[in-house]
């Protein structure tokens, strides 16, 4: 298994605050880079995927990637308590995707 | 509604039973796979179809035993499981292209129970 690292936290933020999340990977063949979200008892559905260097945004949501430094992160700007879940970072070499363990968001409202 | 559709959603079986977990994909994607995700761990790539050909088989014992009939459909066959086995599975499919945007995508699992 190709290694995905996450803090397994819980991160705590309050509401209306940014929310960072980060990812480091061990696969320097990794073509893409994943952010899921899953809620407690449900499947995994995909937030953002970015596979250039730099940063992409969507809405409340900014992934940034760092090949050289084989980092991944996810910023969530303005959070709000229906963010509250485990955020999965999962990286792609040609079929084939991993994933990291998950790092557990919570939103106080 | 993903266009990944898992069944049964729950599945308690004896460690002497033989039961099959199914999956169909109706996204047209030519690329299928078996996930399994325990408590606290990272979710385990288990098999890769591409193709309706297994290219990724994970180390997984072999009491677990995959067969994709066709692009649509994935199957995981069960005998004489283990109550470590107990997790929650996941089937999922993307469309195997080099493509940076080539995406995968989840059904909405079975859990599966080994008493």
């Known amino acids: 298994q190709k290694e995905v690292e996450q803090n397994s936290g819980p991160l705590s933020v309050p509401e209306g605050a940014i929310a960072s999340l980060n990812c480091t990977y061990s696969?320097?063949?990794?073509?893409?880079f994943f952010w899921y979200r899953q809620y407690s008892g449900k499947s995994p559905e995909l937030i953002m995927s970015i596979y250039s260097n730099g940063d992409k945004e969507d809405g409340r949501f900014t992934a940034q990637l760092n090949k050289a430094s084989q980092y991944v992160s996810l910023l969530i700007r303005d959070s709000q308590p229906s963010d509250s879940a485990t955020y999965l970072c999962a990286v792609r070499n040609f079929n084939k995707f991993y994933f990291g363990s998950g790092t557990k968001l919570n939103v106080k409202p | 509604e993903t266009g990944v559709t898992q069944t049964p959603r729950h599945l308690v079986m004896g460690m002497t039973n033989k039961k099959s977990l199914k999956c169909e994909q109706h996204l047209g994607h030519n690329a299928m796979y078996w996930y399994k995700q325990s408590a606290k761990k990272p979710l385990e790539l288990m098999f890769v179809?591409?193709?309706?050909?297994?290219?990724e088989n994970n180390s997984v014992p072999s009491r677990f035993s995959p067969e994709c009939p066709n692009s649509s459909h994935l199957f995981l066959h069960l005998h004489t499981l283990q109550p470590e086995d107990s997790a929650l599975y996941l089937c999922a499919s993307s469309q195997d292209r080099s493509s940076p945007g080539n995406t995968i995508y989840f059904g909405e699992g079975s859990w599966l129970t080994v008493v």
């Open positions: 179809y591409s193709l309706e050909e297994r290219v």
């Open positions: 696969d320097r063949g990794s073509q893409s």
